[in-house]
């Protein structure tokens, strides 16, 4: 790929993305993302222990600290209405464990 930036997104966007997505079938992923401010990932694993061992086993949870904040995000390695829908209602549930701190 050449170093040039726009050189290399246009080769990406018409040749490189296209050809990968003709030859492998990747999953469509769906992902909601849940912004805590202030308060540590381990401090957040103990608040959400319970209901992060609730969640059905195809939606996945990740702990995405950086400094000051920690997002959550679930994850599902599928895409429609009613895998979208059982993602917000588990996220809104969560929102329930954690009022003082989004």
């Known amino acids: 790929m050449p170093g040039v930036p726009y050189e ?4 990406m966007d018409d040749y490189v993305i296209p050809k990968l997505i003709s030859i492998f079938k990747l999953p469509e992923v769906y992902h909601f993302t849940i912004l805590t401010i202030g308060v540590g990932e381990s401090f957040l694993a103990d608040l959400l222990e319970e209901w992060e061992s609730s969640l059905p086993t195809h939606i996945k949870l990740a702990y995405l600290p950086s400094t000051g ?17 059982e993602v917000n209602v588990l996220a809104e549930k969560a929102k329930n464990w954690l009022p003082n701190i989004l």
């Open 8 to 11: 290399m997104k246009a080769m």
């Open 69 to 85: 904040m920690v997002r959550l995000r679930l994850s599902c390695y599928e895409s429609n209405a009613t895998i979208q829908n």
